[in-house]
């Protein structure tokens, strides 16, 4: 597969096809081979920001945004992302399920370190003095690293089971979901680990919590996977309204203007709605999103959990209130042509 940026020629891009008919007794198989795809930038399609392409195929997959200079955003060094989470100098971390690993990458996506060590790291988050905060969800733990990898206190508590999603407020106090099948609740500690009690659970309107965010006025979001709810809670734990967004919500992020992201890695989509709970964007196309984080310039980043193609995508924050497209600069994949997306579809299902 061959990608090339075109900074003159104004036209949208194209897909270049190759076709091959294999003769097998007693049926024929047929394959395709995406053989070159073409960017091009143009008046219609401003590459400034982060025009994103994310193809799978053949059990390869490829996720490229480009800056206003048409450089990658690479994402290399991934193992099973179950994580993500962006820290005030924009640099990226990202928890590896598998390797119980974090991956440190710059604002730009280039790989910078590798840390940690556990069982199987889940969710992920920077405290307010720039540490990170991951869940080892197999161990009961939640683990504390400097930005650089040393690792500088650990959170055992009997309270944890399964712990998953993690989410700091503004005063550095810690939410955690627990997910295990005895303890379906979120727990609440301060900065340092203390355990501060059972912020919600299921006499609070809670069944099964996976997915947690805060926004900037203090008030806590959590993905119920059981429901298909999301549940908005004040800081101190009032529940203040539950959204019904027919999905799984295994991750959530806030961006600036109090929108709601929610993953859906089941259904391989990220849909965006207000704070009233009305749907505004549905970004499909995606592998298995598990987790998603919102950067300093309000883009928004989404970590594909495949065992195959393990991704980062970037897209761009700037949105229109009603526009149906998804965040502000289209996908690549949104602007192939609807018959080239149902061959590409077709060939991911024979895989």
């Given at each position: 597969m061959s990608i090339s940026v075109n900074e003159t020629a104004p036209i949208v891009p194209k897909v270049r096809l190759t076709h091959k008919t294999i003769l097998q007794e007693p049926k024929r198989k047929?394959?395709?081979?995406?053989?070159?795809?073409?960017?091009?930038?143009s008046a219609a399609l401003p590459i400034a920001g982060a025009a994103v392409m994310n193809i799978a195929f053949l059990q390869t997959a490829m996720a490229l945004s480009y800056n206003s200079t048409g450089t990658p955003f690479t994402n290399t060094g991934l193992g099973l992302p179950t994580?993500?989470?962006?820290?005030?100098?924009?640099?990226?971390?990202?928890?590896?399920?598998?390797?119980?690993?974090?991956?440190?990458?710059?604002?730009?996506?280039?790989?910078?370190?590798?840390?940690?060590?556990?069982?199987?790291?889940?969710?992920?988050?920077?405290?307010?003095?720039?540490?990170?905060?991951?869940?080892?969800?197999?161990?009961?733990?939640?683990?504390?690293?400097?930005?650089?990898?040393?690792?500088?206190?650990?959170?055992t508590s009997l309270d944890l089971a399964n712990p998953f999603g993690i989410a700091v407020d503004s005063s550095g106090n810690v939410f955690v979901t627990n997910t295990s099948d005895v303890t379906k609740d979120v727990r609440k500690y301060s900065s340092n680990g203390t355990s501060l009690g059972i912020f919600a659970n299921t006499t609070s309107g809670l069944s099964s919590p996976f997915g947690i965010a805060v926004d900037s006025s203090g008030n806590v979001f959590i993905g119920d996977i059981d429901t298909s709810k999301v549940l908005k809670y004040s800081n101190t734990g009032t529940l203040l309204q539950a959204l019904t967004v027919g999905l799984l919500p295994n991750s959530i992020a806030i961006d600036s203007s109090g929108d709601i992201l929610v993953a859906d890695s089941a259904g391989d989509v990220v849909v965006?709605?207000?704070?009233?709970?009305?749907?505004?964007?549905?970004?499909?196309?995606?592998?298995?999103?598990?987790?998603?984080?919102?950067?300093?310039?309000?883009?928004?980043?989404?970590?594909?959990?495949?065992?195959?193609?393990?991704v980062i995508t970037r897209f761009a924050g700037s949105l229109e209130p009603i526009t149906p497209v998804p965040f502000g600069f289209s996908p690549l994949w949104a602007l192939l042509p609807a018959s080239i997306r149902c061959i590409i579809k077709r060939l991911q299902k024979r895989k």
């Amino acid at each position: 597969m061959s990608i090339s940026v075109n900074e003159t020629a104004p036209i949208v891009p194209k897909v270049r096809l190759t076709h091959k008919t294999i003769l097998q007794e007693p049926k024929r198989k047929e394959t395709w081979k995406v053989q070159a795809i073409t960017m091009l930038r143009s008046a219609a399609l401003p590459i400034a920001g982060a025009a994103v392409m994310n193809i799978a195929f053949l059990q390869t997959a490829m996720a490229l945004s480009y800056n206003s200079t048409g450089t990658p955003f690479t994402n290399t060094g991934l193992g099973l992302p179950t994580g993500i989470a962006v820290d005030s100098s924009g640099n990226v971390f990202v928890s590896n399920f598998d390797t119980a690993t974090i991956s440190k990458y710059t604002s730009n996506g280039t790989p910078s370190a590798t840390f940690g060590s556990g069982a199987s790291f889940a969710g992920i988050a920077i405290s307010n003095d720039g540490s990170v905060l991951v869940t080892d969800t197999t161990n009961n733990k939640v683990l504390k690293y400097s930005s650089d990898g040393t690792t500088s206190a650990v959170f055992t508590s009997l309270d944890l089971a399964n712990p998953f999603g993690i989410a700091v407020d503004s005063s550095g106090n810690v939410f955690v979901t627990n997910t295990s099948d005895v303890t379906k609740d979120v727990r609440k500690y301060s900065s340092n680990g203390t355990s501060l009690g059972i912020f919600a659970n299921t006499t609070s309107g809670l069944s099964s919590p996976f997915g947690i965010a805060v926004d900037s006025s203090g008030n806590v979001f959590i993905g119920d996977i059981d429901t298909s709810k999301v549940l908005k809670y004040s800081n101190t734990g009032t529940l203040l309204q539950a959204l019904t967004v027919g999905l799984l919500p295994n991750s959530i992020a806030i961006d600036s203007s109090g929108d709601i992201l929610v993953a859906d890695s089941a259904g391989d989509v990220v849909v965006r709605y207000d704070s009233t709970g009305v749907e505004r964007q549905r970004l499909s196309g995606l592998t298995a999103p598990s987790a998603l984080a919102i950067d300093r310039s309000n883009n928004l980043l989404v970590a594909s959990f495949n065992e195959n193609t393990p991704v980062i995508t970037r897209f761009a924050g700037s949105l229109e209130p009603i526009t149906p497209v998804p965040f502000g600069f289209s996908p690549l994949w949104a602007l192939l042509p609807a018959s080239i997306r149902c061959i590409i579809k077709r060939l991911q299902k024979r895989k």
